[in-house]
Antibody, heavy 123, light 108 residues
């Protein structure tokens, strides 16, 4: 079945970096996008950006430009999200989501989600 | 920055119809998507492109669009539908994804 399996929880100090992985299975990895979304404790969903594994094209949320990098390894069907210069307000659950694009829509549907990775930033 | 506005909470009795709205200036030209999130779980797509329902989503979930407002309708609400619901769309340029603040559906 189609699934995304993310790496485990992380605890980081302010100023450090974190890299979360998202391994896809059950579908052709290069035929869909991967989006990243985070959710701070008790808060709503925040879009971080997406990557198209077919060609590596990325689109990042303006708020995170310069601190986030999304990459993929098509040989292992794995996507990665690296966030640098971590602050306490980066504490959140980070999700990856398989993204299905439509010819008549600017954005795609986030139709399969990973289980989430808790990242805690604390001194 | 662009925003989508949802009511913080909606309450209905079992068997009744719940309507959750989402307003945004770009909605007349951008599709909306809806996600259901239960406590401790990842979100689940329940409606895409304003009104299409993914396979496996019950028929009681439907979506509609009118001007700057989109609506998620849950007919014959069941206790298992109690969750947070988020709308999602793009800004007018189509380059940035935005989520609404979420609406908590309570089944009385």
């Amino acid at each position: 079945q189609v699934q995304l399996v993310q790496s485990g929880a992380e605890v980081k100090k302010p100023g450090a970096s974190v890299k979360v992985s998202c391994k896809a299975s059950g579908y052709t990895f290069t035929s869909y996008g991967i989006s990243w979304v985070r959710q701070a404790p008790g808060q709503g969903l925040e879009w971080m950006g997406w990557i198209t594994p077919y060609n590596g094209n990325t689109n990042y949320a303006q708020k995170l430009q310069g601190r986030v990098t999304m990459t993929t390894d098509t040989s292992t069907s794995t996507a990665y999200m690296e966030l640098r210069s971590l602050r306490s307000d980066d504490t959140a659950v980070y999700y990856c989501a398989k993204t299905t694009y439509y010819y008549d829509s600017s954005i795609g549907a986030f139709d399969i989600w990973g289980q989430g990775t808790m990242v805690t930033v604390s001194s | 920055s662009y925003e989508l506005t949802q009511p913080p909470s909606v309450s209905v009795s079992p068997g009744q119809t719940a309507r959750i709205t989402c307003s945004g200036d770009a909605l007349p030209k951008q599709y909306a998507y809806w996600y259901q999130q239960k406590p401790g779980q990842a979100p689940v797509l329940v409606i895409y492109k304003d009104s299409a329902r993914p396979s496996g989503i019950p028929e009681r979930f439907s979506g509609s669009s009118s001007g700057t407002t989109v609506t998620l309708t849950i007919s014959g609400v069941q206790a298992e539908d109690e969750a947070d619901y988020y709308c999602q769309s793009a800004d007018s340029s189509g380059t940035s994804v935005v989520f609404g603040g979420g609406a908590k559906l309570t089944v009385l």
